[in-house]
């Protein structure tokens, strides 16, 4: 089984920035895409930002497009989020998972395991 840490979260301004950051340890193989989840009070756990391990190509949620970018370092085997133009919205539980499937599903259902997540909130 795959070891999913995230880490980078916190509390900031809207308009404001944090990068997230994802180390993968553990049973790794097989493993072709990475992406990221995140879940308010509430609501259903949605799909962010997602990326293939190879090549690095990218598939983005509308509401983070532009704003978000999602990136790789295949030698740390982490994965990261960077979060720029912060809104309220966008406060919520960011966990990362991985997949074989491109592009990524965006129904977290198709997912099996996930880390312990990361808070992030953003204040108006």
């Known amino acids: 089984q795959a070891q999913l840490v995230e880490s980078g979260g916190g509390l900031v301004q809207a308009g404001g920035s944090l990068s997230l950051s994802c180390a993968a340890s553990?049973?790794?193989?097989?493993?072709?895409?990475m992406v990221w989840f995140r879940q308010a009070p509430g609501k259903e756990r949605e799909f962010v930002a997602g990326?293939?391990?190879?090549?690095?190509?990218?598939y983005y949620a509308d509401s983070v497009k532009g704003r978000f970018t999602i990136s790789r370092d295949n030698a740390k085997n982490t994965l990261y989020l960077q979060m720029n133009s912060l809104k309220p919205e966008d406060t919520a539980k960011y966990y990362c998972?991985?997949?074989?499937?491109?592009?990524?599903?965006?129904?977290?259902?198709?997912?099996?395991?996930w880390g312990q997540g990361t808070q992030v909130t953003v204040s108006s």
């Open positions: 990326i293939t391990w190879t090549f690095g190509r990218t």
């Open positions: 553990g049973r790794t193989f097989g493993t072709s895409v």
């Open positions: 998972a991985k997949s074989g499937k491109w592009p990524p599903p965006t129904n977290s259902r198709e997912y099996g395991y």
